[in-house]
Nanobody, 126 residues
Framework: QVRLVEFGGGLVQAGGSLRLSCAAS????????IAWFRQAPGKEREFVSA????????SYADSVKGRFAISRDNAANRVYLQMNSLKPEDTALYYC???????????????????WGQGTQVTVSS
């Protein structure tokens, strides 16, 4: 059974930093593209960042480019999202998602991802 568990969210002041983690089990982690999405109250879920299973090219939403960094540790079955220079508009429930693909694919469409975690809340105060 595939399971994704996010943690590391919390309350932080604007300008601060947080590092989110996503722990995966029940899958061959290195063969999955992993992404972060977020959903703010009253808004649709949106793409944040993705790491392919192969190759170094990661993708980022324009709104987080230069502030957020995605990384993965295949030995530990974990993916991380380092979030710096946080803004109140980054407040959302953050989800990690996984898609089996042994390619350099790092797609942004939530419909492409098969497995999802339950989310971790990030709140940025002004």
């Amino acid at each position: 059974q595939v399971r994704l568990v996010e943690f590391g969210g919390g309350l932080v002041q604007a300008g601060g930093s947080l590092r989110l983690s996503c722990a995966a089990s029940g899958l061959t982690f290195r063969d999955y593209a992993i992404a972060w999405f977020r959903q703010a109250p009253g808004k649709e879920r949106e793409f944040v960042s993705a790491s392919p299973s192969r190759g170094p090219i990661k993708s980022y939403a324009d709104s987080v480019k230069g502030r957020f960094a995605i990384s993965r540790d295949n030995a530990a079955n974990r993916v991380y999202l380092q979030m710096n220079s946080l803004k109140p508009e980054d407040t959302a429930l953050y989800y990690c998602a996984a898609k089996f693909t042994i390619t350099t694919w790092n797609g942004r469409s939530e419909n492409e991802y098969t497995y999802w975690g339950q989310g971790t809340q990030v709140t940025v105060s002004s």
